[in-house]
């Protein structure tokens, strides 16, 4: 699926996406939210990130936030 269908799909399911494409995503998050589209947000994932440190990043933000604090945001893991 090409990034702007990917992002539509998460929207549509309520679910934050997370995703390795580091080089292209930013940009079409962007133009997402330019369009007037709502997004559930994204976390973006450097592959040379230890999946130890992917998987406790992940499980903090899940204990101490709501899935709803995440709308319309870009962030890049680790915080």
Not at 7 to 34: C, N, W, Y
Not at 52 to 75: F, H, K, T
């Amino acid at each position: 699926m090409k990034d702007f269908e990917v992002l539509a799909l998460a929207t549509k399911q309520e679910r934050i996406l997370i995703s390795h494409d580091v080089g292209t995503m930013p940009s079409h998050f962007r133009r997402f939210g330019e369009e007037g589209d709502r997004s559930s947000g994204v976390f973006l994932i450097p592959q040379s990130l230890d999946i130890g440190v992917v998987i406790e990043e992940l499980l903090l933000i899940w204990l101490v936030s709501d899935a709803a604090e995440w709308n319309d945001r870009l962030e890049w893991l680790p915080l």
